[in-house]
């Protein structure tokens, strides 16, 4: 007995004649002079089974080629994707999205209910003007603000996804194309992962996705940002910044906050420093925006700053009182200094001794001969050197006082000597005949 066909198959008024497709940035590519071919009504959706408009392009050099996937009421519906079937807005999964939303949108999956849906859901398409705005259970929910859709929301293109399928003779070994085939040549994923079995209805109506799965697994795991313990610290790290990021750029986003005090550029490794006059704004800041912040399409790498450290306490010794410092191994014991001593003062009306300034002690480092534990030394014994030839002594009856250190006599050097270096006549003496 032949099955019969749904009211879709035979009723053209319902059939699909679009002009342009619903894509998103991944898929359309980076090639703004991007080529398509489109074939009216070329197949059935993969979800309600009416016929579309198919749209065939290539998104870039080296990529595979892409087509439409479902029709754009059922791409209107979810608010995803015609060949991807992810987010418009944030690029993830219809499970991670109906889940960070609250979303129960229980579709019907009866060929006669699907039917019937889909007619209700182009009414109310017709009712918006046109606009590509979604409808059902995502109708007033798809632009609500969520920390798990902004920290999962993926705000860059990923044109790897776009990668030409593994050869399948190249894993056998038999592919003789070489460079010229299509396909790429890579080892294959392990088939045993979740990643390598993924259905397209599973993905639209949100259930069973392994890539949602694990990017839910992901945010539940995602590490807290940690506010430092010492409480002067107000400034924040901003990293991953795009290039002709300004300070009002910053100022824009983050003044919602607190006051801020001031705002450091470092445009070489493209971050910032972010300083709030209070420690208040600084953390409710770093809670809001940790893993969230967007500045001109780039998603913000937010963290504290580092801490100043504190000075170290230098304790001091001090005669009754205060910790006492460790000595150093390998020099002679007793206190730096040795004993106070007496100031030691020149002759009576003349200059003080060389070297030394009036009042006040000689340097005695590192605790030599002196100190309180070290004897005396005994006083070294001075023998008197008679001056060289052509200078005259002292004046006589100049004896010093004991204790004071006459000032040093002047240097004679050799070549001074006027009886050397032939200065004087040399008289040669004659052998006597």
């Not at 079995?197 to 697994?217: C, M, S, T, W």
């Not at 006040?360 to 590192?366: D, K, Q, R």
Request: charged residues 25%.
């Amino acid at each position: 007995m032949a099955s019969s066909k749904g009211a879709n198959t035979y009723n053209r008024q319902n059939w699909e004649n679009a002009e342009f497709p619903i894509l998103c940035q991944t898929c359309l590519g980076d090639n703004p002079y991007i080529r398509m071919t489109k074939e009216k009504f070329g197949r059935e959706c993969k979800i309600c089974n009416r016929p579309f408009t198919i749209f065939r392009w290539c998104p870039g050099r080296g990529m595979r080629f892409k087509k439409t996937e479902v029709c754009q009421t059922c791409s209107k519906m979810k608010n995803v994707c015609q060949t991807c079937l992810l987010d418009l807005e944030y690029g993830l999964p219809v499970q991670v999205r109906d889940h960070a939303l609250n979303i129960k949108d229980d579709m019907p999956k009866s060929d006669v209910n699907k039917e019937y849906y889909t007619q209700n859901m182009e009414r109310q398409l017709e009712d918006a003007d046109g606009d590509n705005k979604a409808v059902g259970a995502l109708a007033g929910k798809a632009n609500a603000p969520s920390d798990t859709l902004m920290k999962l929301a993926r705000t860059t293109p990923y044109y790897k996804r776009n990668r030409p399928h593994i050869c399948s003779f190249w894993v056998k070994g038999e592919c003789k194309r070489g460079e010229e085939c299509p396909y790429r040549h890579d080892r294959p994923t392990d088939p045993d992962d979740p990643l390598a079995e993924q259905n397209l209805k599973d993905r639209f109506y949100g259930i069973n996705d392994p890539v949602a799965d694990k990017l839910l697994r992901r945010a539940a795991d995602a590490p807290a940002l940690r506010a430092p313990d010492d409480a002067t610290v107000t400034t924040l790290y901003l990293g991953n910044l795009e290039t002709g990021t300004t300070p009002e750029h910053i100022r824009d986003l983050f003044y919602q906050y607190g006051e801020i005090r001031g705002i450091t550029m470092v445009p070489k490794t493209q971050c910032a420093f972010l300083q709030y006059t209070t420690r208040k704004g600084a953390e409710l800041a770093a809670e809001k925006s940790f893993g969230k912040a967007t500045i001109l399409g780039r998603r913000v790498t937010v963290n504290w700053g580092k801490s100043a450290g504190k000075p170290e306490k230098v304790e001091s010794v001090e005669e009754g009182g205060g910790s006492k410092l460790q000595p150093v191994p390998g020099l002679p014991g007793g206190p730096i200094g040795g004993p106070p001593m007496g100031p030691i003062v020149g002759p009576p009306g003349g200059p003080p001794p060389i070297g030394r300034h009036p009042g006040f002690p000689p340097p005695n480092y590192f605790g030599l001969m002196g100190g309180p534990s070290h004897p005396a030394m005994p006083p070294a014994m001075m023998f008197r050197i008679p001056p060289p030839p052509g200078l005259a002594p002292g004046p006589p009856g100049f004896n010093p006082a004991p204790g004071i250190v006459p000032p040093p006599p002047a240097i004679h050097y050799p070549s001074q000597d006027p009886h050397r270096m032939g200065s004087t006549s040399r008289t040669e003496s004659t052998p006597d005949d």
